[in-house]
Structure formats: C-alpha cells, structure tokens
C-alpha cells in the first residue's frame, strides 16, 4: 500500500507564473489537508478537504490560491502569480475518516520562486 | 492565542541521555496533542500523542508528560540514540464544539534534536 504521493517534490517557478501540486492519497482515504512549512517554522494549515468538497479554507490567503479534491484524481493545490514569499515546503496528508491522528504525511513539495 | 509555543530551539543530547522539548498553548479550545517526527526531505510522522484528560502517556522511549491547569505538555525521549536526530514539533487541534474535530492542527516552531554517539 503505497504511502500519500506528492509531486513534483521540487518545483521551481519564476515570479508570475503558476505552480501546481498534486497529492495522491492513500488508498481508501478521501480526506486531504493541506499544510505549508516556511524555512525553520512549523506547518501551518492551509485547507481540509473532503471528496469534491471544500471542508475547510480558513488558512488559505484570501489571494492567488485554491485547493481542490475532485471525484476522480489527485487533489491539487493551485498557486498563480507565485511570487517570492511562496516559496516554502507545501505537505498534504490523507486520512480514511476525520481524525488527524490516523493520518499520513507526504513527503512534501518543495517550491522555490525565482 | 492561536500559537503554540516550542522550546528549545535546538537541543544536544549524548547517547543514552534524556531529551526534554517543551510546548505552552493559550487556547482552550485545543483537544489533542501531538508529537512528530521529522527527518531531512521527509514528512513529519506521528510519534505519539495525548488528549488533555491524561496527564501522561508513555509509549516504549518517548513520553508525554501533559499538566492541563498549566496548559504546557513536553516529551521525553529516554536513552536517546543517534537515530532519533530529527526536527520533533508539538501540535494541538483545534476541538470543535459540535464534537466533531478533524486535521486542524497549529504546530509549534520545531526543536532540531541531535543526538551525538
């Protein structure tokens, strides 16, 4: 059973474009979170999903990004106009019901805005 | 009211000694603490965790040790090894007042253990 898949695990964009990052779940989990780690901080929350739902957006900036978990597929995190302070260490985890306590961790994207 | 607040910041322990990381929260609403494990290009992995209506909770080498009129918690690792040289971060969820908490979790800053042989 293959553990939560994300990718790419690095990611370089300039600044303006746009990153997408995928998190495949683990199998038989439909809920995803979505958590952003700067350099030497902890993860802060971003978004908790549910298949084809939106359960939980309140750590998300207002500005530029968007989350997704559809029906069929990875669930995306979508960043456009990526800018400097992007750049961070971006970690999805799975779990088969609500609890975070049987969650896991991806190994995490890293994006660098250039 | 929101943080979670770690220290150290960094800790040296010599193997076979005892690694203690602290964290203090503010927010009430808080109802599950967790420990992970982070090592370099990885994602943090569960350690082990307590709810606030235990004071302490050991699994093998590493306890929690949870004083709720304080609302600190720390672990403790015991007989440290150098495989356990990794980043360790406190968590706390938020509860939910219809009893239905998930993944809402505030980290504290991180502690970069090393554990020199």
């Known amino acids: 059973n293959a553990g939560v898949m994300q990718n790419p695990r690095h990611l370089v964009r300039r600044r303006g474009q746009e990153a997408r990052l995928r998190c495949s779940p683990m199998k038989g989990h439909s809920h995803v979170y979505w958590y952003r780690q700067l350099p030497e901080e902890g993860l802060k929350f971003m978004v908790y999903l549910q298949k084809e739902n939106i359960i939980d957006e309140s750590g998300m900036p207002k500005e530029r990004f968007s989350a997704e978990f559809p029906k069929e597929g990875p669930s995306i995190l979508r960043i456009q106009q990526v800018v400097r302070g992007d750049s961070a260490a971006y970690f999805c985890a799975s779990s088969r019901g609500q609890g975070i306590n049987r969650a896991f961790f991806g190994q995490g994207t890293r994006l660098t805005v250039v | 009211q929101q943080q979670v607040k770690q220290s150290p910041q960094s800790l040296i322990v010599q193997k076979g000694g005892i690694s203690i990381i602290n964290c203090a929260y503010e927010?009430?609403?808080?109802?599950?603490f967790p420990w992970y494990q982070q090592f370099p290009g990885k994602g943090p992995a569960l350690l082990i965790a307590i709810r606030p209506d235990v004071s302490e909770k050991k699994e093998g080498r590493f306890t929690i040790s949870f004083n709720k009129s304080a609302k600190q918690f720390s672990l403790h690792i015991m007989d440290s090894q150098p495989g356990d040289s990794a980043t360790y971060f406190c968590a706390a969820r938020w509860g939910n007042a219809g009893g239905t908490s998930y993944g809402k979790l505030t980290f504290g800053q991180g502690t970069i253990l090393t554990v020199h042989p």
């Open positions: 927010n009430t609403a808080f109802d599950y």
